[in-house]
T-cell receptor
Framework: RKEVEQDPGPFNVPEGATVAFNCTYSNSASQSFFWYRQDCRKEPKLLMSVYSSGNEDGRFTAQLNRASQYISLLIRDSKLSDSATYLCVVNLYSGGYQKVTFGTGTKLQVIP | DGGITQSPKYLFRKEGQNVTLSCEQNLNHDAMYWYRQDPGQGLRLIYYSQIVNDFQKGDIAEGYSVSREKKESFPLTVTSAQKNPTAFYLC????????????FGPGTRLLVL
């Protein structure tokens, strides 16, 4: 089983739609979680951290389910500019060192 | 303006040649990272450094080397031992001390001639 798994998509949604992505992780000791956005041929940029209680930033909502070992990202009222690849990131500290694992990303295409 | 810079944006390597990719940050971050991304794939960790003069191998360190002589700088050398170096190379930094949010540079595309 991969350490971090994402559905690669693409998710093709119309403008204004609500879309959700999940990301599962295998190590139950993982400690912190993030969502990044990556545009084509660009570097990843932090979208939001994921907190245990869930958190919201405008149209974006992130949730963590430790029992089932997944994080989710919900995008409401999709815009054309939301078209990108969304990467989940899982962090684990072990033996004094940090292990950062990126998912392979979920591609979102918002259609006019 | 604080940030991470990588140079060059594009780099061409001849067979048997070593090349060095630059990564500089002025964010006063302790930790720095090098990733490789291949088309349609996720990021894979090459090396990381949590503090000056210390670095650790990531998942795909073979054929690469790094140094961390200064806090601001974490250059990556792609050696001739790396047989498939064509990829997008991304450098990142994070504050460290359990503050793990990583910030990325714009990347370097390495192509083999």
């Amino acid at each position: 089983r991969k350490e971090v798994e994402q559905d690669p998509g693409p998710f093709n949604v119309p403008e204004g739609a609500t879309v959700a992505f999940n990301c599962t992780y295998s190590n139950s000791a993982s400690q912190s979680f993030f969502w990044y956005r990556q545009d084509c041929r660009k570097e990843p940029k932090l979208l939001m951290s994921v907190y245990s209680s869930g958190n919201e930033d405008g149209r974006f909502t992130a949730q963590l389910n430790r029992a089932s070992q997944y994080i989710s990202l919900l995008i409401r009222d999709s815009k054309l500019s939301d078209s990108a690849t969304y990467l989940c990131v899982v962090n684990l500290y072990s033996g004094g060192y940090q292990k950062v694992t990126f998912g392979t990303g979920t591609k979102l295409q918002v259609i006019p | 303006d604080g940030g991470i810079t990588q140079s060059p944006k594009y780099l061409f390597r001849k067979e048997g040649q070593n090349v060095t990719l630059s990564c500089e940050q002025n964010l006063n971050h302790d930790a720095m990272y090098w990733y490789r991304q291949d088309p349609g794939q996720g990021l894979r960790l090459i090396y990381y450094s949590q503090i000056v003069n210390d670095f650790q191998k990531g998942d795909i360190a073979e054929g690469y080397s790094v140094s961390r002589e200064k806090k601001e700088s974490f250059p990556l050398t792609v050696t001739s031992a790396q047989k498939n170096p064509t990829a997008f190379y991304l450098c990142a930094s994070s504050p460290g001390r359990h503050q793990e949010t990583q910030y990325f540079g714009p990347g370097t595309r390495l192509l083999v001639l």
